[in-house]
């Protein structure tokens, strides 16, 4: 029954843990060091599927979001002692806000000049994150971020974060899944698909593109507040154009527009170069070959390969 | 009063004007016709009174209610429905889902009624897949309900657009070339489409290139040429109109 | 007073890198429609490539100019063909998306390669400075003006006059058409391309001996050409160009007298302003280059 195979399931995966630390002795740290970073990833790559696959804006502005919650999160937590359950929400809510503002001017702009000017935000972002040094320590970085308390509960240890991290990335699949059903989720894929045929269906294009915007974005802040809770250091560098490439060929890879693809994906470009213990400069001409040759030949990723079989596959990008 | 009217409606392109001081009227019931030859403005006219595009000059009234530059989206909403030139279907989704978004933004529903799935909620959905089928039924497509429109033939998708464009039960029809580029049996199946709609009361305007079918079922023809009305009255007396022959064949 | 001066000059050799950088990428939207996000990695090879010829064989500086130049035009028309013409059919998602992971490749492979510390490529002419009133300027930023007055007036000639340059314009107005009458658009497409990298290849030997070449210097630029392009008018050749010198001449004003380190941020600010207020360009939509 399927209540039971996914409670089952639900219950080996808050066990890992114990299970990785009877099978791999040893290793523990290590594996749930790439499970933790896997499901901040994942999270993250849910966030901007929203926007990319599901609501078919091609923005590049989402390093900056994950930065600006990032960054909103541990100056407040480091400079402003702000507990983390404020910080978190601070971190989401100003992403948010920033989406907002963001998105207004940006969606008048078509095609490439929106993904343009979604790039110029995100760089000047990064420029802004890099030079201010004054508020953000620049390339100092900012450090001694603390382990997120949140009253008796403290979360400092690797099972903890990574108990974190799944109660996250379950969260965020749960959001995923409800906005990309029932009404909601015919609403973002008729203004993907057809956005001229949507308007004359009374639906609002620029209303359901700010919508998916803005609760991307706002994720992708949260995530960023938990990322820098997990890692404690904070730099610039985290805010590149590297990031949004990192997340295209995540979730191309694994099917862009599904929930089990795009975790696919992301499990498999967090863990697999942590297996083959690549160095980061190799391990992204191989992503940058990967993601060529995938998004030429399948666009769908590997769901599409697994569906091909199938009468009629989805092709999000298909000519 | 007109249902739909406008008033030297005016759009320029580049230095080009597509759409010059049109002022046309319809009534509510009527069935009448747009025609010009290529490069006339109808599709410009229609995009302009769609919320597609911003007039330059002019205004645009729908039931009495100035709509000038209002969005499309807000335009159907108030009863307005069109199919496009060059036909246009949600091609990932069934014919029958294509028909279903047609209708979702018109169901009010609170998020809370929504959520708990209330038994009236489920009312409104059986109720809307009811329309659906019998909608597709109609045009011929019950047994392609289920099949992705992407596969359908293009005349098939012709039928699906027409089909969900009355969906939402407009009381203003805008037809874009319904009968181009389909079989001459597909075109006698969208004439009596077309007069169904009048006969249950409903306003048509349609963009037609074919003569046959526009004179065949229209009460009244407006001729369009270089974006000004030239021409406008039954079909027999715009057919022999020297300016409507010199437009077709005089250049 | 000779302050500005200095900052005007260094702003017209800034201006005068983009411009040739972007009216490469103007030409290929133009010409193919297509968003190429890896054209700055021309510009960044074509540098490693000009460093080779000078620094490591020795070879004399317009000698290794015109290397620099070959080779890029060389690498432009193996990406064409190798890259490009995969992806000429599709959408612009999966065009951004390709070329965009053909940067990232290409910006990688120089590291593995060359190494991130930067290149430095000091030639005679860089070193030797005119002073002109109080203003002193090395020579190779007059260099630098020179060359590209004169690139920009041969490539305005080429595409008035010479068939293959006729062809491109005619291809940017109206491809179907050029088809049908037997125009070899595959031919043109190729030609965009070599000429486009042979641009960014001339730049980088014009430009090196000024700044040094390191392989994440493509990715900025390739932005702020796209900027210049975006606020000429997206495949107006000319406006890209008069645009990107506007936005160099504007990021030293702002290196010199707001922030050098937000300097950077200018392009972009000029661009969303431009998109925003006329999104159609500053010289408004035009047809072909």
Redesign the interface.
């Known amino acids: 029954m399927r209540a039971g195979r996914f409670i089952l399931g639900s219950a080996a995966l808050v066990a890992v843990p114990w299970i990785v630390a009877a099978l791999l002795p040893g290793q523990q740290r290590y594996v749930l060091h790439v499970l933790i970073f896997t499901a901040l990833y994942g999270s993250l790559a849910l966030s901007y599927d929203l926007v990319v696959g599901h609501v078919g804006s091609?923005s590049l502005a989402h390093p900056a979001f994950f930065g600006l919650g990032a960054y909103t999160a541990a100056l407040l937590a480091t400079e402003g002692h702000w507990p983390f359950a404020a910080a978190l929400p601070a971190g989401v809510g100003l992403a948010a806000l920033v989406a907002l503002a963001v998105g207004v001017?940006m969606f008048?702009?078509t095609?490439?000049?929106f993904?343009?000017?979604t790039?110029?935000?995100a760089?000047?972002t990064q420029?802004?994150a890099?030079?201010w040094v004054d508020f953000t320590h620049g390339p100092l970085c900012v450090t001694g971020i603390p382990k997120p308390q949140v009253g008796a509960l403290r979360i400092a240890t690797l099972p903890a974060f990574y108990w974190m991290g799944l109660a996250t990335l379950a969260l965020v699949a749960l959001l995923y899944r409800g906005l990309t059903t029932?009404?909601l989720g015919?609403?973002f894929?008729?203004v993907r698909?057809?956005e001229?045929?949507?308007?004359?269906?009374?639906?609002?294009?620029l209303k359901y593109r700010m919508l998916g915007f803005v609760i991307g974005g706002a994720v992708a802040g949260g995530v960023g507040a938990l990322y820098v809770s997990y890692v404690g250091v904070l730099c610039p560098g985290e805010l590149t154009?590297?990031l949004?490439?990192n997340l295209?060929v995540m979730i191309?890879l694994g099917g862009i527009g599904t929930l089990r693809g795009v975790l696919v994906g992301a499990a498999a470009f967090t863990a697999l170069p942590e297996v083959l213990r690549m160095a980061p400069?190799?391990r992204?001409?191989i992503?940058?070959?990967?993601?060529?040759v995938i998004?030429?030949r399948a666009?769908d990723g590997l769901e599409g390969l697994i569906r091909r079989g199938s009468?009629?596959g989805?092709r999000p990008?298909?000519? | 009063m007109a249902l739909f009217e406008t008033r030297g409606l005016t759009k320029r392109f580049l230095g080009v004007t597509a759409v010059d001081g049109v002022d046309l009227s319809v009534e509510a019931g009527e069935l009448v016709s747009l025609i010009g030859p290529n490069g006339s403005g109808k599709t410009t006219l229609f995009n302009c009174v769609?919320?597609?595009l911003v007039p330059d000059e002019g205004r645009v009234t729908f039931r009495g209610r100035d709509v000038t530059g209002v969005?499309?989206?807000?335009i159907?909403?108030l009863g307005v429905?069109?199919t496009?030139q060059l036909v246009?279907?949600?091609?990932?989704?069934s014919a029958i889902?294509n028909l279903?978004?047609?209708l979702?933004?018109?169901q009010e529903e609170s998020l809370v009624g929504?959520l708990v799935r209330a038994p009236r909620v489920r009312r409104l959905e059986a109720a809307a897949v009811e329309r659906a089928r019998s909608l597709l039924d109609s045009v011929g497509l019950a047994a392609r309900a289920d099949v992705?429109a992407?596969?359908l033939s293009y005349g098939q998708r012709k039928l699906l657009a027409f089909a969900?464009?009355l969906m939402?039960d407009p009381e203003l029809l805008l037809l874009d070339e319904p009968a181009a580029a389909i079989n001459p049996t597909m075109i006698e199946q969208m004439k009596a489409q077309i007069r169904a709609l009048h006969r249950e009361g409903k306003t048509v305007l349609l963009v037609e290139h074919n003569m046959d079918v526009v004179m065949d079922i229209s009460q009244r023809v407006i001729v369009l040429d270089h974006g000004q009305k030239i021409a406008e009255g039954p079909p027999e007396v715009v057919r022999r109109d020297p300016k409507v022959v010199e437009a077709y064949f005089g250049r | 007073m000779s302050d500005l001066a200095e900052q005007l000059v260094h702003g017209l050799t800034l201006g005068s890198l983009y411009a040739m950088v972007a009216a490469g990428l103007a030409l290929m939207f133009g010409v193919v429609r297509l968003?190429n996000f890896a054209h700055g990695e021309f510009y960044m090879l074509g540098g490693y490539a000009f460093w080779y010829a000078y620094a490591e064989l020795g070879l004399p500086y317009p000698v290794a100019g015109l290397v620099a130049v070959a080779a890029m035009g060389v690498f432009g028309l193996v990406y064409e063909r190798a890259?490009i013409r995969?992806?000429l059919?599709?959408?612009?998602?999966?065009q951004?998306?390709?070329t965009?992971?053909?940067?990232?490749?290409?910006?990688?492979?120089a590291?593995?390669v060359f190494g991130t510390q930067p290149k430095e490529v000091p030639t005679r002419l860089s070193a030797a400075i005119l002073d002109v009133g109080g203003v002193r300027l090395a020579w190779q930023r007059l260099l630098v003006l020179g060359a590209a007055v004169a690139i920009f007036a041969g490539l305005e000639w080429f595409v008035r006059h010479a068939r293959l340059g006729k062809a491109m314009r005619a291809v940017s107005q109206n491809r179907e058409a050029c088809a049908v009458v037997g125009v070899d658009v595959q031919q043109v497409a190729l030609a965009t391309f070599g000429i486009s990298a042979g641009l960014a290849g001339a730049a980088a030997a014009l430009v090196s001996p000024l700044f040094s070449i390191f392989p994440d210097v493509g990715?900025?630029l390739t932005?702020k050409a796209?900027?210049a392009v975006?606020v000429g008018g997206?495949g107006y050749v000319r406006g890209a160009i008069a645009a990107a010198v506007l936005i160099g001449i504007a990021e030293s004003l702002a290196a010199g007298y707001v922030?050098y380190?937000?300097k950077?941020?200018i392009a972009?600010?000029v661009?969303?302003v431009v998109?925003?207020v006329r999104?159609q360009g500053l010289f408004g939509r035009r047809i072909g280059i």
């Open positions: 091609l001017p008048r702009l095609e490439h000049s993904a343009m000017g790039l110029g935000f760089i000047v420029v802004v890099t030079n029932f009404r015919r609403a894929h008729a698909d057809n001229t045929l949507a308007a004359a269906a009374s639906i609002d294009p154009v590297s949004s490439v295209l191309f400069n190799w992204m001409v992503y940058g070959l990967l993601l060529l998004v030429i666009p009468s009629l989805r990008w298909g000519a | 769609t919320g597609y969005a499309a989206h807000r159907a909403r429905g069109r496009f246009s279907v949600f091609p990932r989704l889902e279903l978004t047609f979702q933004q018109h929504r992705p992407g596969t969900a464009a939402p | 968003i890259v995969a992806i059919a599709r959408t612009w998602h999966v951004l998306i390709a965009l992971a053909t940067s990232i490749t290409l910006t990688n492979l590291i593995l990715a900025l932005l796209f900027a975006i997206f922030s380190a937000y950077d941020a972009f600010v661009m969303v998109l925003l999104p």
